[in-house]
């Protein structure tokens, strides 16, 4: 995962670059550096019959006011899964984010959350399992430092080796709310951070 994080962030960085003299293939304003934002997630989650809330962190760097990559990480302690058993879960995932018309109040938020994971079940050994979190919801700028983001999504658990359960006992559909701290500057258009404009 480092060494795919590492080519992705070389990639973006060189996009970024490039993109300040010349129009790109995703839209016409380009993928500058045009933010930074990080804070605190809640996510009330399905495993197996059951449903478990449980908190993270949340970063990312913003480019053209669209694109946004960075970090997802939740560490579960002791949750439920069935009468008999309970397990914790440590995740760590690449995030990649796309908010069209980012400038408006109110706009679409999609994401994918890409990463290994830790299970520990009771009575088992701990098992590194891989995720794959796709989710869609909407993003309210509350004022231009604070942002507030409402999301459904669905975490697909693969590569689970556990004798009593399966990756559908760890998978399932969650809700999610991010509040992002951080800041967004101008708008990039043809290389040029430019006022806002609602065309």
């Known amino acids: 995962m480092k060494k795919l994080f590492a080519i992705l962030a070389v990639t973006v960085f ?21 933010g930074a934002w990080g804070g605190w997630s809640y996510n009330m989650g399905q495993f197996d019959k059951d449903f ?11 480019f053209g006011k669209k694109l946004y990559i960075g970090g997802l990480h939740y560490n579960i302690n002791n949750q439920r899964l069935d009468n008999l058993s309970s397990f914790s879960l440590r995740s760590n995932s690449l995030l990649i984010g796309y908010t069209p ?10 994401s994918v959350g890409l990463g290994s994971g830790k299970l520990n079940v009771t009575a088992e050994q701990e098992d590194r ?7 869609v919801g909407i993003e309210a700028n509350l004022t231009r430092w604070c942002h507030l983001d409402v999301m459904a999504g669905y975490r697909a658990v693969m590569d689970s080796d556990f004798t009593k359960y399966t990756d559908k006992s760890f998978s399932g559909f969650y809700g999610q709310v991010n509040l992002k701290f951080g800041f967004s500057w101008g708008r990039y258009r043809n290389g040029s951070s430019r006022k806002i404009d609602k065309d």
């Open 129 to 135: 399992v891989f995720m794959v979190q796709p989710a």
């Open 52 to 62: 478990a809330g449980y908190n993270g962190g949340i970063w990312a760097l913003e």
């Open 14 to 34: 060189t996009t970024s670059l490039f993109a300040q003299r010349e129009e790109t293939i995703i839209g016409e304003q380009g993928l500058g550096f045009s």
């Open 101 to 110: 018309s980012a400038y408006r109040p109110v706009h679409p938020n999609l």
